[in-house]
């Protein structure tokens, strides 16, 4: 088994997007991410050799020591032993659609939302369907949804579904919470799915001034009941996510209420990021974080443990906790 530099994404990964196929879906690091694989896709039958085989391309450099610049400073990257003997997919990102029931300030289709809630997406069935009749999936990966709300997606349930009852293991779901969705609740039940749910806020008022739509007590009633699905605690099933947006919800009083609600609702983990533009930002312009925000983050991760909450840090967190050793 060779050493050298990769990740999981590169040996065994894709990103289903709007209009192509990339390797992963990260791209809040230094070298930004978005290395495609297919162009101009929109759902067609593609051959899984082929796309294994461009796949190859990127295996092949990391090999010679060659980092593509796309992923520069990415947490994924470990060098060790990478089992590249054989050719499979066990990490699926599906990101394809731009449909959402909320209207988050920070979200990228925010600037035009009208046009992105009516672009075109594709239906991935009949590749995934393709992928397994082949037997080029092997569990032990992730599948995760993203979009674009995944609920609202049509063949959501029936994705989802179809990946349960063909082994997949662990599969995660970025949703708004605004729509109940019965398949996320039986994953959660047989324990092969976990929920992420967009809070970004601790108040009511907060949480309409975010996400621009009035579902507070909806989005908490659904959290409630996925957590109620739950009866494995080893496993974190069930969270309520926080995107910090400096100025805007980055009190100790928002945090803390927020935080209140999960326990209130007998959620067990929660997740913390940073927006991403923001940290983008700071970057460009060579800055460090300031200290509010600094101050902020190990707030969060001291009252976490005193709730006994489990805190998983995503993406620009993470950043900044590994940065000022924070964790």
Same mark, same amino acid.
């Given at each position: 088994?060779?050493?050298?530099?990769?990740?999981?994404?590169?040996?065994?990964?894709?990103?289903?997007?709007?209009?192509?196929?990339?390797?992963?879906?990260?791209?809040?690091?230094?070298?930004?991410?978005?290395?495609?694989?297919?162009?101009?896709?929109?759902?067609?039958?593609?051959?899984?050799?082929?796309?294994?085989?461009?796949?190859?391309?990127?295996?092949?450099?990391?090999?010679?020591?060659?980092?593509?610049?796309?992923?520069?400073?990415?947490?994924?990257?470990?060098?060790?032993?990478?089992?590249?003997?054989?050719?499979?997919?066990?990490?699926?990102?599906?990101?394809?659609?731009?449909?959402?029931?909320?209207?988050?300030?920070?979200?990228?289709?925010?600037?035009?939302?009208?046009?992105?809630?009516? !672009?075109?997406?594709?239906?991935?069935?009949?590749?995934?369907?393709?992928?397994?009749?082949?037997?080029?999936?092997?569990?032990?990966?992730?599948?995760?949804?993203?979009?674009?709300?995944?609920?609202?997606?049509?063949?959501?349930?029936?994705?989802?579904?179809?990946?349960?009852?063909?082994?997949?293991? !662990?599969?995660?779901?970025?949703?708004?919470?605004?729509?109940?969705?019965?398949?996320?609740?039986?994953?959660?039940?047989?324990?092969?799915?976990?929920?992420?749910?967009?809070?970004?806020?601790?108040?009511?008022?907060?949480?309409? !001034?975010?996400?621009?739509?009035?579902?507070?007590?909806?989005?908490?009633?659904?959290?409630?009941?996925?957590?109620?699905?739950?009866?494995?605690?080893?496993?974190?099933?069930?969270?309520?996510?926080?995107?910090?947006?400096?100025?805007?919800?980055?009190?100790?009083?928002?945090?803390?209420?927020?935080?209140?609600?999960?326990?209130?609702?007998?959620?067990?983990?929660?997740?913390?990021?940073?927006?991403?533009?923001?940290?983008?930002?700071?970057?460009?312009?060579?800055?460090?974080?300031?200290?509010?925000?600094?101050?902020?983050?190990?707030?969060?991760?001291?009252?976490?443990?005193?709730?006994?909450?489990?805190?998983?840090?995503?993406?620009?967190?993470?950043?900044?906790?590994?940065?000022?050793?924070?964790?």
């Amino acid at each position: 088994m060779q050493e050298y530099t990769s990740c999981h994404w590169l040996q065994h990964g894709l990103s289903f997007e709007n209009d192509h196929i990339e390797m992963c879906c990260l791209c809040c690091h230094e070298g930004g991410g978005r290395l495609n694989i297919i162009d101009n896709y929109n759902g067609k039958k593609v051959s899984w050799n082929d796309i294994l085989d461009k796949k190859q391309k990127f295996i092949q450099e990391n090999k010679n020591n060659i980092i593509d610049k796309r992923c520069e400073g990415c947490f994924n990257l470990v060098y060790r032993g990478w089992d590249d003997n054989e050719k499979y997919i066990n990490y699926i990102h599906f990101n394809h659609w731009t449909h959402c029931n909320s209207d988050c300030i920070y979200c990228y289709t925010s600037w035009d939302k009208q046009n992105y809630q009516k !672009r075109p997406h594709y239906s991935v069935m009949p590749m995934i369907k393709d992928l397994f009749k082949q037997k080029l999936f092997r569990p032990g990966g992730e599948i995760t949804f993203a979009g674009g709300e995944p609920t609202i997606l049509k063949e959501f349930d029936e994705l989802v579904n179809f990946l349960i009852k063909h082994g997949a293991d !662990r599969i995660t779901v970025h949703s708004s919470g605004i729509k109940f969705s019965k398949a996320i609740e039986k994953g959660i039940k047989e324990k092969v799915l976990h929920v992420c749910l967009s809070a970004d806020s601790g108040s009511r008022e907060m949480y309409q !001034r975010v996400k621009r739509v009035d579902k507070f007590d909806k989005f908490w009633e659904n959290a409630r009941k996925y957590a109620k699905a739950q009866t494995d605690y080893t496993k974190a099933l069930v969270e309520t996510k926080f995107i910090l947006i400096p100025e805007i919800n980055t009190t100790k009083e928002e945090i803390d209420k927020w935080l209140n609600l999960n326990v209130e609702n007998g959620i067990k983990s929660v997740v913390i990021d940073i927006e991403n533009d923001y940290c983008k930002d700071l970057r460009a312009k060579n800055l460090e974080k300031p200290k509010y925000l600094v101050e902020l983050c190990e707030y969060i991760i001291n009252r976490a443990k005193q709730l006994d909450l489990q805190l998983i840090d995503y993406n620009n967190f993470r950043y900044l906790t590994e940065e000022y050793q924070l964790i």
